[in-house]
């Protein structure tokens, strides 16, 4: 869906990946977790503005001990992102932007107001195939974003089972196959998925 220079998606499922017309800028390009983790929670506070002392604090509690070096260490890490995102986009680093999760919890909230089977089971199909694992899989375990990270992965199982079970009433085994598949890939401890 990337049509102008301005358009930016990013996607926290699994690897962190940032899109753009120009190009697509992984995680590993960051070189630095702590820079993956930082636009993360940037991107999940949804807040126009986070004093770093407050993403020190949440990510890196440790580094609270000495309060003027989380700063300094803050803004070095702004500038390698912005130094990165500038090999993809010639834009600000992000004015705006949509990121996998946020399109994914559109789709779930429109799929449950389908009136149709058909519309109902397209719009789960595609929040399904956005997800690729967990919220910054990197991450995973670290107390930020546990409860994050396990809510889309309930949700995902959640909507899965039920684009299962709509595939069901329209007799598309092929599809059940397929998903149930995929669901036991991303999330093996989906039982409903080992019964399609």
Not at 26 to 38: G, H, N, T, V
Not at 137 to 163: I, P
Not at 180 to 194: D, G, R
């Amino acid at each position: 869906n990337i049509k102008s220079s301005h358009d930016i998606f990013i996607s926290l499922f699994g690897e962190l990946r940032i899109y753009t017309s120009r190009g697509v800028l992984r995680e590993s390009d960051l070189k630095s977790p702590k820079i993956s983790r930082l636009l993360t929670y940037l991107l999940l506070s949804q807040k126009k503005t986070v004093p770093p002392m407050e993403i020190v604090q949440n990510i890196w509690p440790e580094e609270m001990e000495d309060a003027e070096v989380p700063g300094k260490n803050m803004k070095y890490l702004i500038y390698r992102l912005r130094q990165a995102f500038s090999l993809i986009s010639d834009e600000q680093l992000v004015l705006s932007t949509t990121t996998d999760f946020q399109k994914c919890d559109e789709l779930t909230v429109a799929a449950a107001k389908a009136t149709s089977v058909v519309n109902k089971v397209g719009l789960m199909e595609k929040a399904v195939e956005l997800y690729q694992g967990k919220l910054l899989s990197s991450a995973e375990g670290e107390h930020w974003l546990v409860h994050t990270a396990n809510r889309y992965h309930f949700a995902y199982m959640s909507t899965a089972n039920e684009l299962l079970k709509q595939l069901m009433t329209i007799h598309a085994y092929d599809l059940i196959h397929q998903y149930a598949a995929l669901a036991l890939t991303i999330a093996p401890e989906n039982t409903k998925a080992y019964y399609w």
